[in-house]
């Protein structure tokens, strides 16, 4: 099992920056991939960006091409998300998910408590 903590949420204005961390428990982190989710306000929770377990293959939807970036240091048992060019609409709260697979999937088996990104105009 692995236990996963977001952080570095809170409030930008549009255009600006924020990068999320992701930090994972356990000592098989090396060999999952991961994800991030979000959710706004009366909306169905939405894919936002896949890594698989070496950081060799990404994935992101089309939303946040080219704005948002995923990575990770399995040293450090961290996944990260810049995410750059906020809009207002990029606002929700975020979760970071894991499963036991090395690459990308659809399906994830564990989840982060989430934190709040709030975008304001």
């Known amino acids: 099992q692995v236990q996963l903590v977001e952080s570095g949420g809170g409030l930008v204005q549009a255009g600006g920056s924020l990068r999320l961390s992701c930090a994972a428990s356990?000592?098989?982190?090396?060999?999952?991939?991961m994800g991030w989710f979000r959710q706004a306000p009366g909306k169905e929770r939405e894919f936002v960006a896949a890594?698989?377990?070496?950081?060799?293959?990404?994935f992101y939807a089309d939303v946040v091409k080219g704005r948002f970036a995923i990575s990770r240091d399995n040293a450090k048992n961290t996944v990260y998300l810049q995410m750059n060019s906020l809009k207002p609409e990029d606002t929700a709260v975020y979760y970071c998910?894991?499963?036991?697979?090395?690459?990308?999937?659809?399906?994830?088996?564990?989840w982060g408590q989430g934190t709040q990104v709030t975008v304001s105009s």
């Open positions: 998910a894991a499963v036991p697979r090395r690459d990308i999937r659809e399906e994830y088996d564990y």
């Open positions: 356990g000592r098989t982190f090396g060999s999952y991939a």
């Open positions: 890594i698989n377990w070496s950081g060799t293959n990404t």
